[in-house]
Structures are given as structure tokens and as C-alpha cells.
């Protein structure tokens, strides 16, 4: 087939899922449902395309897996999940172990599997999906600490999961539980390390470089992040951790353009997942699918209703959380596209019984994210952690001024921010910050004390580099509260 023809088929496929990701958006489902669906339509039993290339989804789905963790770190507001860090821990490793242990038990009593695969199934499915999390809870108005929990498990847990994937399906002789656990504690301290090192030296070395043009700081983020997984699995660490890692210090560092690099990172991220499911849905066998529904809705009640609450009730407790947060944290822990591509690992090596394997676990996928997805709304109200509105955020974009040790603000005024109104003098800046010019409505002038600011004002500050943070916390604090916003307590944070 020619070049334009690839190209032509191509972009119709990319406008085909954008245009299915505002009807799932309007609909309250994950993204992922629409593009598997691509997949099926235009695969075997649809427009022919044949694609059984086990090892290469393999590939190209853990690749895709690298750029949706280091979009999901980019994007992660470290404010928002360093509280929540301790239980997006406990929920990653002891709630997995639980998982896995519950739904193996369930497919060898109910199903009758054997005790390997059983084991197998149970990894499989016990990983939380970032992709999934992060476009689903970020609609909804919940806590930072509720939220920041569920996006740091999802980070996290796929770095324990995968250990054990790999060794089930490739060890004859599994190590037992000690050497098991030392080889995860490795994996998991050592991948982290190398996260936090790659982003902080990263970081402090774009600060102080001055590349020639601004489109290139997003894509010097990305390699970074991505870099980090690469570096970590050469040293036998847990890459998917560290490339994790990696995007949460570079997505909170202070480093220029930081709206313009998350504006990139989640285009790639959408680009990954829309490759990512088209080709998890090429890849199944409609015929085989029918088969395992049965299968799939006994295994799914028993993830949804069983394992997952056990895992979450039994991994957090000593963590302040009420039961309706922790009856949200269950119903909340998505499946998506990492079990799909979990899934592939034996069908790679062979494992026997692996394509019954894959399909089952594609059908829990689909089942049971209708199930959940549209219904997160409600639970989050019946549980009482809905906090009733959006939060009114700020965009920021900073430049540094070099040997000035000063930043330059860009800040745009979101139509609903209570900063409409507030006149200057009223926001009570910090000494060492000011706001320059105002832009509004295409037009520049340089604002007085009294100058009052309106909603779509883009405002020039200009701050000392230890009065630039303060003064972002005083903007945020006024954008949400009011002039008032210290007699409510709001900080800006």
C-alpha cells in the first residue's frame, strides 16, 4: 500500500478517536472503550486488518505504558498527592499482594484453573490503569487527598505487578515468598532512586540552560522521564517507577514553559493510548471473546466486589480514611489498558492456555469499566466525598530572567476565578513581585493600583526567584476565595 494511503488512513483513524473521546467524555466513560472498539471494527471480523504480532504489541504496549506513567507524573500536582504518597504505597504493594491472592483463589475454586495460571490471572488483573484513572477522577470534584491517592496507586503499582507477571511466565522454578519480596523492595527503592535522580538533575540543568527555542523544554522533559525507565531496567529496577518518579519531579520543578511541556505530555499521552487500544483491539480474536463472558463475570465480581475492597480495607488501615473514602477507593480502582498488555507477556512465551487467557482478561476490561465508569459520579456523592465544585485554577507560565534571579509570570485569568473584579492593590503581592502589563482583549497597558482585573486578563509578573512562589500561592489563594481568601484560610497551595 502507498505512503498517502497509510498517511490518509492514519488520520482518519486519529479524528476517528478524537471524535470518540467527546462522546465517552459526554457519556462518562474511559477513552479506552471507544478505541478498542476502533480495533474490533476495522480488525478481522470487521475491515480485515489482520494483526497477530504477539511480540510486537508487546513491545509497542509497554512503550505506550512509558509515555501515558510519565504523562500522568508531569501532570500530577505534587501538593495534591505528597499527602496521599503513604496510602498510594500501602494501596501498591500489600493491597496488590491481596488482590492477587483473592482472585487466584476465586478462578481455582469457581473456575477450576490450576494454581500457575490462577496465580497469573490474579497479577494480571490486581494493577489499577493510569490511563484510565487519570480521565476519569480528574472530571471529578474530589478531595486532593482521595484523588492524589488513587493517581500515585496507579503510577505505582504496575512495577510490583509486572515482577511477578514475568516470572510466572517465565520461571519453572519460582522463587519463594523472602527472595520474592527482597527482589520487589529492590526493584521497587531502586527505580524510585533512579527517578528522583534523573528528575532533579534534569531540572536543575534545564534551569540553568538556555536552549534556543521553547518547543524544545517539552520535548527535553519527555526524553528525561522516558529516559528514566530505560536506565532503571538496565540496572534490573523497576522502570515503569521510575519514569514515574521522573515526571512528578519534573512536572513540579520550576522550569520554564511547565503549561506549554504538560500541554505536550498530554498530547503524546493521548496519541499513546489511542495507538495503544486500536492495536490491543486489532490484536484480539472476536470469535473467542462470546466464550469467556461467563468466565469474565464471575472473575470481575469477585475483582470488583471481593478482592479490591479486601485489598484496600485490610492494606490502609492506621491512615485516617473513613468508609466512604474507602468505598470509593475500591469502586475507583479502574482496569484498562495494563492488564490487556499484561496479558500479552505470556502469550509471548508460550504459556499454555494464554489466548484463553488474553480474551478473558479483555472481556473483564470491557465489562466491567461500563460498569464502573459512569457510575463514579454517583458513588462519589453516596459516599460523601464529592466536594461539590471544581476547583478555580490559575494558568501559569514562567520564563526565568537569567542573571537576573527573576521570573517572568504569564498568568490568564479563567473565566470563573473570583480574581475578576479585585483591584490591584487589594491582592497584597509580596514586595518583591509585580504585575507589569495586563493584556485585554488584544490590547497592553501597563496597570495602576486601582487598575481592576477582569476574567480573561492576561496578567505580566514580574517576581524575585523567593517571591516567585508566594506570589502564585497569593494569585491561586485570591482566584478561589476572593480578596477575602485569608479569612477562609485558603493559602494558594
Request: one cysteine or more; glycine letters at 10%; proline letters at 6%.
Amino acid at each position: 500500500m502507498r505512503l498517502d494511503v497509510w498517511l490518509l488512513l492514519g488520520s482518519a483513524l486519529v479524528l476517528s478517536a478524537i471524535v470518540a473521546v467527546r462522546l465517552s467524555y459526554w457519556a462518562g466513560l474511559p477513552s479506552l472503550l471507544a478505541y478498542l472498539g476502533i480495533g474490533l471494527l476495522i480488525g478481522e471480523a470487521g475491515f480485515g486488518i489482520q494483526f497477530d504480532d504477539v511480540l510486537a504489541a508487546e513491545i509497542l504496549g509497554l512503550a505506550a505504558l512509558v509515555l501515558i506513567l510519565a504523562e500522568g507524573g508531569i501532570t500530577t500536582p505534587w501538593r495534591t498527592v505528597r499527602p496521599a504518597v503513604p496510602v498510594a504505597i500501602a494501596l501498591a504493594t500489600v493491597g496488590t499482594v491481596i488482590s492477587i491472592l483473592v482472585i487466584a483463589a476465586s478462578a481455582h475454586w469457581l473456575l477450576g484453573i490450576d494454581w500457575r495460571p490462577a496465580l497469573l490471572l490474579g497479577a494480571i488483573l490486581s494493577p489499577t490503569d493510569a490511563a484510565a484513572v487519570f480521565s476519569l477522577l480528574r472530571r471529578l470534584p474530589l478531595p486532593g487527598r482521595l484523588s492524589g491517592a488513587l493517581e500515585a496507586e496507579s503510577g505505582i503499582n504496575d512495577a510490583p505487578v509486572i515482577i511477578v507477571v514475568i516470572l510466572l511466565s517465565t520461571e519453572t522454578h519460582l522463587p519463594g515468598p523472602a527472595m520474592l519480596l527482597g527482589l520487589m523492595v529492590f526493584e521497587l527503592l531502586a527505580g524510585a532512586a533512579v527517578g528522583l535522580l534523573i528528575g532533579w538533575l534534569g531540572a536543575y540543568a534545564l534551569r540553568r540552560m538556555a536552549l534556543p527555542a521553547s518547543g524544545l523544554y517539552p520535548i527535553a522533559v519527555m526524553a528525561l522521564a522516558v529516559g528514566a525507565y530505560g536506565a532503571a531496567a538496565l540496572m534490573h529496577a523497576s522502570g515503569f517507577l521510575a519514569t514515574y518518579v521522573a515526571g512528578v519531579v519534573l512536572g513540579n520543578a520550576r522550569l520554564p514553559h511547565r503549561p506549554a511541556t504538560r500541554g505536550f505530555a498530554e498530547g503524546v499521552a493521548w496519541l499513546a493510548q489511542i495507538g495503544l487500544f486500536i492495536m490491543l483491539g486489532l490484536l484480539a480474536s472476536p470469535s473467542e471473546l462470546p466464550g469467556q463472558v461467563l468466565p469474565a463475570l464471575i472473575v470481575g465480581s469477585v475483582l470488583v466486589l471481593v478482592a479490591r475492597p479486601l485489598s484496600v480495607v485490610l492494606s490502609t488501615p492506621g491512615f485516617g480514611l473513613s468508609w466512604g473514602e474507602k468505598v470509593f477507593i475500591s469502586w475507583a480502582g479502574l482496569r484498562g489498558a495494563v492488564p490487556i498488555v499484561l496479558a500479552t507477556i505470556p502469550m509471548v512465551e508460550d504459556v499454555p492456555g494464554s489466548d484463553r487467557l488474553f480474551a478473558l482478561v479483555f472481556v473483564i476490561v470491557v465489562i466491567f469499566t461500563l460498569l464502573q465508569g459512569p457510575t463514579l459520579p454517583f458513588v462519589a456523592r453516596r459516599c460523601g466525598v464529592a466536594t461539590g465544585e471544581e476547583a478555580r485554577e490559575l494558568d501559569v507560565e514562567a520564563a526565568p530572567l537569567g542573571e537576573l534571579h527573576a521570573d517572568l509570570l504569564e498568568i490568564t485569568i479563567p473565566s470563573d476565578s473570583r480574581l475578576n473584579g479585585v483591584e490591584i492593590f487589594e491582592l497584597r503581592l509580596p514586595a518583591k513581585a509585580s504585575i507589569t502589563l495586563v493584556v485585554r482583549n488584544g490590547h497592553s497597558f501597563v496597570p495602576g493600583p486601582t487598575t481592576a482585573l477582569r476574567a480573561g486578563d492576561k496578567l505580566l509578573v514580574v517576581a524575585a526567584a523567593e517571591a516567585r512562589h508566594p506570589a502564585e500561592r497569593r494569585l491561586r489563594a485570591v482566584s478561589r476565595q476572593g480578596k477575602l481568601a485569608g479569612w477562609f484560610g485558603e493559602t494558594g497551595e
